[in-house]
């Protein structure tokens, strides 16, 4: 990913990526923010991009980001992301 893909990330901004990529960040978003509205209707919406193997990796590694947020984010940690590196 480009510094510009991650600046676009930072502002929700989901124009510039791919079909199955906007799917997967909108469900993503809902996952984070509201997982208890996650409706039948929203897998159905993956299905249309992704086998049911990989919503459920996509689902795990949602699940896994946020539990990794929940943990650093209250003791003041930073984790290096990788724009840093350019």
């Not at 193997?53 to 929940?70: C, K, M, S, V, Y």
């Amino acid at each position: 990913m480009t510094p510009d893909d991650w600046r676009a990330l930072k502002n929700r901004d989901f124009a510039r990526f791919a079909d199955n990529e906007k799917a997967a960040l909108n469900y993503a978003e809902k996952l984070t923010r509201e997982p208890w509205t996650v409706t039948d209707g929203d897998l159905a919406g993956l299905q249309q991009h992704f086998s049911d193997a990989q919503i459920a990796d996509l689902h795990l590694l949602i699940g896994e980001i946020n539990l990794t947020n929940r943990f650093t984010d209250p003791l003041g940690l930073e984790l290096e992301m990788p724009e840093e590196k350019i």
